[in-house]
């Protein structure tokens, strides 16, 4: 089994080249903060917080999209046919972190906003970010349920206005009216969501191009 390794300031790619699968995955270090009354910290709601995030994460974004491959390498002739699978994870550290994040916990209804700074990687989210939120966007508005911490995950992914690609709600954005986008206010993912993996991933097999070939 052999596997080609990229190791990014956001993040880890490790694509084996036998079986075909592509894990990218972010180290996280979390900070524990708090509103005014809420309580402090528990390991055990820390370990419960990561956990939750990570399974939001990885069924937001993970076995969803297949990657068509094209070119010259070997590797290219391998899978050309059946495609490369993508699965995109977090783990929790505690040193060598790819994102600091803050996590604030916030009275149970209550609204933060959160966000992710891209040249300083860090992320911003709260206690509510597991909930379905109802967004809405639009002249006439339109509505989508969206879960934040897979919209804000999708910025820590390379979705980012530093690389001319982050929110797709703001009337400027080409994408304004698609609103069941995870970037926009919806949870639907799309090919252009992928296009800054995709972009590091043209950079690591000679004569190999990668590009989205099916989202489900």
């Known amino acids: 089994m052999g596997h080609v390794v990229k190791r990014l300031p956001w993040c880890d790619i490790d694509l084996d ?15 524990w903060l708090r509103a005014a009354g809420q309580s402090a910290w528990t390991a055990a709601e820390k370990t419960s917080f990561h956990n939750r995030t990570d399974s939001y ?3 937001a974004w993970s076995n969803r999209a297949t990657l068509g491959v094209v070119g010259g390498s070997s ?8 495609g490369v699978s993508i ?3 977090i783990r929790r550290v505690t040193a060598h972190e790819h994102w600091n994040v803050n996590v604030t916990k916030i009275a149970a209804g209550a609204f933060a906003r959160s966000n992710v700074v891209w040249n300083t990687r860090i992320i911003n989210l709260d206690t ?11 002249a006439p508005r339109v509505c989508r349920n969206q879960i934040p911490v897979a919209h804000e995950f999708g910025h820590a992914a390379g979705n980012t206005v530093v690389l001319g690609r982050g929110d797709e709600y703001p009337a400027a954005s080409a994408h304004t009216n698609d609103h069941a986008s995870m970037m926009n206010v ?3 993912l799309r090919d252009r969501h992928f296009q800054t993996i995709l972009d590091e991933l043209n950079t690591m097999i000679p004569d190999t191009t990668f590009s989205v070939r099916s989202i489900r």
């Open 186 to 188: 919806g949870s639907q």
């Open 75 to 82: 590797f290219s002739r391998r899978h050309v046919a059946s």
């Open 87 to 89: 699965n995109l994870d």
């Open 17 to 31: 080249t036998t079986l075909g699968h592509i894990f990218l995955q972010q180290k996280w270090n979390y900070s």
């Open 57 to 59: 994460i990885w069924s």
């Open 128 to 138: 509510n970010d597991f909930v379905t939120r109802v967004n809405c966007a639009g």
